[in-house]
Nanobody, 125 residues
């Protein structure tokens, strides 16, 4: 069992940066694949980025590639999402998720079995 708590969301302007953090409880964090998803009002939850247990493999949605960076610090049980050059279309609730099966390139929300409560990111134009 793992609990995930996101932080770092907020209201920013177009072109600004934010760094989201996701703190995980439990001793097995370092073995989990971690992902970030987002859900905008009236839209389905969508994949943003994922990182494997070692941090050596990362995947991104095309919409954020080159602007967002996912990373992890296994010593701190934390995964990060650095978001640069933010756009109004990045406005959403951002969720952290954990996959205990250690999948590589897990882009479907159904591959994740633990979820955080979400943090709101709002980008004004």
């Amino acid at each position: 069992q793992v609990q995930l708590v996101e932080s770092g969301g907020g209201l920013v302007q177009t072109g600004d940066s934010l760094r989201l953090s996701c703190a995980a409880s439990g001793r097995t964090f370092s073995s989990y694949t971690m992902g970030w998803f987002r859900q905008a009002p009236g839209k389905e939850r969508e994949f943003v980025a994922t990182i494997n247990w070692s941090g050596l493999n990362t995947y991104y949605a095309n919409s954020v590639k080159g602007r967002f960076t996912i990373s992890r610090d296994n010593a701190k049980n934390t995964v990060y999402l650095q978001m640069n050059t933010l756009k109004p279309e990045d406005t959403a609730v951002y969720y952290c998720a954990a996959d205990s099966r250690r999948s590589v390139g897990a882009t479907s929300q159904y591959e994740y079995n633990y979820w955080g409560q979400g943090t709101q990111v709002t980008v004004s134009s």
